[in-house]
């Protein structure tokens, strides 16, 4: 099993930063992608980026590009998220995830979650 444990949520104001860590322990592999989801109450859980093991792959949601980068740390096993320029309509509880997932936009061909921080925008 892998272990997910997300830090660095908050409160915000609109066009601020935050930045996202999420550590992993446990049977770690790390050949494994790595992403970031966002759920907002009463909507659906949407990707915000992905990045392959090798970070050769790079998913980004278009909402996000030029605001939002993912990083990862193979050797710490930690991924990170950069959020510049905030939106209100981005606050949300974000995810890490890992594993080998086909499509990295489904939610559901990601074995492992980590509980969740909460990040909220002010307008």
């Known amino acids: 099993q892998v272990q997910l444990v997300e830090s660095g949520g908050g409160l915000v104001q609109a066009g601020g930063s935050l930045r996202l860590s999420c550590a992993a322990s446990g049977r770690t592999v790390i050949s494994h992608a790595v992403g970031w989801f966002r759920q907002a109450p009463g909507k659906e859980r949407e990707l915000v980026a992905a990045l392959g093991w090798r970070g050769s792959t790079n998913h980004t949601a278009d909402s996000a590009k030029g605001r939002f980068s993912i990083s990862r740390d193979n050797a710490r096993n930690i991924e990170h998220l950069q959020m510049n320029s905030l939106k209100p309509e981005e606050t949300a509880v974000y995810f890490c995830?890992?594993?080998?997932?086909?499509?990295?936009?489904?939610?559901?061909?990601?074995?492992?979650w980590g509980k969740g921080t909460q990040v909220t925008v002010s307008s």
């Open positions: 995830a890992s594993g080998a997932p086909v499509h990295y936009n489904n939610p559901r061909h990601w074995p492992y």
